[in-house]
């Protein structure tokens, strides 16, 4: 399997060759184009039943799309629904968590499943999460630019949640207000924040879609 990454960092595209057998799993819709020799299949989000209704109440769609090569050569052209950035990680054995909607494809060896529960979340110890694990490509894809940052043993960082994409399965988390006083956290403009502790990675997005939504706000039509 080959891959190119094109068009970024703002309108980013996954350029992917394969060869005859090999398959690719994607998120539902992501398809731009494709060679006919490649071959659809529409499969439930984690395993079975519970698998898929776990994914949707994560927030992901019940059902994923793999695509398999039926020549050497096929090729396939995915894409994520907003502009961004698309980032590529080899997995090795390793879990990645990633909010919902960031995973654009991946290795259809890789487990999906859906991690958090409502509880947790309420409490502030916890996000409704997608699950990626195994050994493979994967690919996820943001709503602006793609940051990375690794943290060191017992090092600690705060990400805002919606500008956050993806962090290794291994990083302990939590949820919590970015300032002491509720106050001061409203006004600030900063409400719930996520913080890391190392070692591991993070991946952030450097535009927030809940705030552009916001931006855009004042100009919609308003019932009178």
């Not at 190119?4 to 819709?29: D, W």
């Not at 769609?61 to 090729?75: C, H, N, P, Q, V």
């Not at 630019?145 to 805002?160: H, K, N, S, T």
């Amino acid at each position: 399997m080959q891959f190119t990454i094109l068009h970024g960092p703002v309108f980013s595209v996954l350029q992917l060759t394969l060869k005859t057998g090999e398959t690719i799993r994607a998120e539902a819709g992501a398809m731009i184009c494709m060679s006919p020799s490649i071959e659809l299949k529409a499969k439930p989000s984690g395993k079975g039943f519970f698998g898929a209704l776990g994914a949707a109440m994560g927030g992901e769609k019940i059902f994923t799309s793999e695509y398999t090569a039926l020549e050497d050569g096929a090729e396939i052209v995915l894409g994520p629904a907003g502009p961004g950035d698309i980032v590529h990680l080899s997995l090795q054995g390793e879990t990645i968590l990633a909010q919902s909607g960031f995973y654009l494809g991946g290795d259809a060896s890789l487990e999906l499943s859906a991690q958090g529960s409502l509880t947790a979340m309420i409490a502030g110890e916890g996000l409704f999460l997608q699950r990626i694990s195994g050994s493979g490509d994967l690919w996820l894809s943001s709503y602006g630019a793609m940051m990375q940052r690794e943290l060191a043993a017992g090092e600690e960082y705060i990400v805002d949640t919606g500008n956050l994409v993806a962090f290794d399965g291994t990083m302990r988390y939590s949820l919590t207000k970015a300032a002491k006083g509720l106050f001061s956290s409203l006004a600030s403009g900063e409400g719930v924040v996520c913080r890391f502790q190392g070692p591991g990675r993070i991946w952030i997005q450097t535009r927030n879609i809940s705030a552009f939504a916001q931006l855009l706000f004042p100009f919609f039509p308003q019932e009178k």
